[in-house]
């Protein structure tokens, strides 16, 4: 059973830095996407970050790019979203997901359907 933990969210001031992580148990494939996600009310739960399980290929929302890092150094460790320069627009539930098992794709090929389990999720919140 795919089992995902997130850990880190909490307050911080506009401009500062917060780092999210996420540990993955139960795994036995390692040819498979990771993902962060954010939510706020009334809001759909988009996709900020992605990575590919063995730490290769990642990918960033527009809103994001060049604050936020994701990174991970193999299939075994956690996966980490580096977050910096943060804006209240950040605010938001932080969600890790993961894909089935699958090879490599474009970015646009990779939309919410394509992660199948997703941990409980640790809040994040951006004060001005």
């Known amino acids: 059973q795919v089992r995902l933990v997130e850990s880190g969210g909490g307050s911080v001031q506009a401009g500062g830095s917060l780092r999210v992580s996420c540990t993955v148990s139960?795994?036995?494939?390692?040819?498979?996407?990771m993902g962060w996600f954010r939510q706020v009310p009334g809001k759909e739960r988009e996709r900020v970050a992605a990575?590919?399980?063995?730490?290769?290929?990642?990918y960033y929302a527009d809103s994001v790019a060049g604050r936020f890092t994701i990174s991970r150094d193999n299939a075994k460790k956690p996966v980490y979203l580096q977050m910096s320069s943060l804006k209240t627009e950040d605010t938001g539930m932080y969600y890790c997901?993961?894909?089935?098992?699958?090879?490599?794709?474009?970015?646009?090929?990779?939309?919410?359907?394509?992660?199948?389990?997703w941990g409980q999720g640790t809040q994040v919140t951006v004060s001005s």
């Open positions: 997901a993961t894909t089935g098992p699958m090879t490599w794709v474009p970015s646009a090929q990779l939309g919410r359907s394509r992660f199948l389990y």
């Open positions: 990575i590919y399980a063995d730490g290769d290929s990642p």
């Open positions: 139960g795994y036995t494939s390692t040819r498979y996407y």
